[in-house]
T-cell receptor
Framework: TQLLEQSPQFLSIQEGENLTVYCNSSSVFSSLQWYRQEPGEGPVLLVTVVTGGEVKKLKRLTFQFGDARKDSSLHITAAQTGDTGLYLCAGQPRSTGNQFYFGTGTSLTVIP | NAGVMQNPRHLVRRRGQEARLRCSPMKGHSHVYWYRQLPEEGLKFMVYLQKENIIDESGMPKERFSAEFPKEGPSILRIQQVVRGDSAAYFC??????????????FGEGSRLTVL
């Protein structure tokens, strides 16, 4: 069973377009993180959201944590080719022990 | 300050051989996580270790797989009698505190295992 489901799984858009990636779960998380991974490399942390309803902005990226702390979204404005990569949400559910779960991933391709 | 170091970056083994993957966490980090990743997929949790202790190995297959994080030296993920299905990228991550408590995971560049 997959604790964190991401959608869409694959996304291909033109440069300059906007997009939103979703991360959903039936479990409550104390915090959620978003990572970005490029081919041949390990994931790199983009942001951590902690408070229900929290919104964080990182340049053209906007991250939101759901009020119930079960879901999160990542919105990219005016996508650039450098945004291409695999976006992963991750978190540690309150109900489990020490596992740190990652989502299924969204593979984004930005076409020039 | 060196990041998380994994080696080898690429490893080719024939079915039935053993694979040993090593991970040196960032300096000062005492928590190590191992993940497995197939192409275009997310990371699957395998095991969480602290120095000399396996804290959670619920994601690791019961047979053929083992992990350790000795007092001195790197953490090692060992796969015995490899099969083709073991082919994947194996990532190690370290954290100074329990990840999830607003702690960040720092990842290595991964070890890519190919089983012929």
């Amino acid at each position: 069973t997959q604790l964190l489901e991401q959608s869409p799984q694959f996304l291909s858009i033109q440069e300059g377009e906007n997009l939103t990636v979703y991360c959903n779960s039936s479990s409550v998380f104390s915090s959620l993180q978003w990572y970005r991974q490029e081919p041949g490399e390990g994931p790199v942390l983009l942001v951590t959201v902690v408070t229900g309803g929290e919104v964080k902005k990182l340049k053209r990226l906007t991250f939101q944590f759901g009020d119930a702390r079960k879901d999160s979204s990542l919105h990219i404005t005016a996508a650039q080719t450098g945004d291409t990569g695999l976006y992963l949400c991750a978190g540690q559910p309150r109900s489990t022990g020490n596992q740190f779960y990652f989502g299924t991933g969204t593979s984004l391709t930005v076409i020039p | 300050n060196a990041g998380v170091m994994q080696n080898p970056r690429h490893l080719v083994r024939r079915r039935g051989q053993e694979a040993r993957l090593r991970c040196s966490p960032m300096k000062g980090h005492s928590h190590v996580y191992w993940y497995r990743q197939l192409p275009e997929e997310g990371l699957k949790f395998m095991v969480y270790l602290q120095k000399e202790n396996i804290i959670d190995e619920s994601g690791m297959p019961k047979e053929r797989f083992s992990a350790e994080f000795p007092k001195e030296g790197p953490s090692i993920l060992r796969i015995q009698q490899v099969v083709r299905g073991d082919s994947a990228a194996y990532f190690c991550a370290s954290s100074p505190i329990l990840a999830g408590n607003t702690g960040e995971l720092f990842f290595g560049e991964g070890s890519r295992l190919t089983v012929l």
